[in-house]
């Protein structure tokens, strides 16, 4: 086996300011982008909603109370789509932490095999996001087609 010298000190530590950038990039990116879609629709059927039913033209109100669920929960999926994706960057972090610690070599593919990477638990969470968010925006579009204009 290897032994530990002071490069692997620099990788340990580029590795760990690569998991941090991603844990920080996850945290910011994707959220910003799904959460103003989601929340911008939510605020049209709020909207929609006070304005006909101030107006006494509310027809039909399940279609906008729908969509703000569809968005409410698109929404919430978000946040635990991403606190999923931080937590592993941070159970990633705590693992270079202790290879650092312990003064194994570093070995790119040995960090691979160790690193958590809930993949499929993200990308179904996004999906589900996607979906809800495409659902009620489709049915703030349907309502304002069919009963507003």
């Known amino acids: 086996m290897e032994k530990y010298n002071e490069t ?13 950038d991603i844990r920080s990039e ?14 911008g629709g939510l605020a049209l ?4 909603f006070t304005y006909l039913s101030t107006n006494d033209r509310l027809e039909h109100k399940w279609i906008i109370i729908s969509s703000m669920i569809c968005l409410c929960l698109a929404i919430i999926v978000n946040y635990l789509s991403h606190y ?26 040995f960090l691979g095999m160790l690193y958590v990477t809930p993949r499929n638990t993200i ?18 579009a349907l309502y304002s087609i069919l009963f507003i204009l």
């Open 84 to 109: 999923v994706s931080i937590g592993a960057m941070e159970r990633n972090i705590d693992i270079v932490n202790a290879l650092k610690t312990f003064r194994v070599p570093y070995n790119n593919d």
């Open 123 to 140: 990308s179904f969470l996004n999906g589900i996001v996607l979906f809800l968010t495409i659902i009620g925006v489709v049915l703030i």
């Open 26 to 39: 996850s945290e910011t990116l994707k959220e910003n982008r799904t959460f103003d879609i989601a929340s």
């Open 45 to 48: 059927s709020i909207g929609i």
């Open 8 to 20: 692997d000190n620099e990788y340990y530590d580029r590795e760990f300011n690569r998991l941090e």
